[in-house]
Nanobody, 115 residues
Framework: QVQLVESGGGLVQAGGSLRLSCAAS????????MAWYRQAPGKQRELVGR???????NYVDSVKGRFTISRDNAKNSMSLQMNSLKPEDTAVYFC?????????WGQGTQVTVSS
């Protein structure tokens, strides 16, 4: 079983920065892929970006150049550095881990960007 806990959300003005963290515990395999998703009110959950165990990342176009995902395999943790935040980035952000065909989710952390 895998548990994921996000932290670091909050309220920030447009143009500001926030850093989210995800701590993973349990039976985690080295090849697990980790990702950040977000869900805005009234919208479907969408992928923000993902990172492989080797550090390869990809992002949704709307956050490219502003968001950076990093990962510490030794600590089973992942971070999301968000810069130049926009009101449309407001959402609940979820940590996700995928391994052996199973997907695990954190409880989510709220990010609110005021204009």
């Amino acid at each position: 079983q895998v548990q994921l806990v996000e932290s670091g959300g909050g309220l920030v003005q447009a143009g500001g920065s926030l850093r989210l963290s995800c701590a993973a515990s349990g039976s985690i395999f080295s090849y697990a892929v980790m990702a950040w998703y977000r869900q805005a009110p009234g919208k479907q959950r969408e992928l923000v970006g993902r990172i492989t165990s080797g550090g390869t990342t990809n992002y949704v176009d709307s956050v490219k150049g502003r968001f950076t995902i990093s990962r510490d395999n030794a600590k089973n943790s992942m971070s999301l550095q968000m810069n130049s935040l926009k009101p449309e980035d407001t959402a609940v952000y979820f940590c996700n881990l995928l391994q052996s065909g199973s997907a695990y989710w954190g409880q989510g952390t709220q990010v609110t960007v005021s204009s």
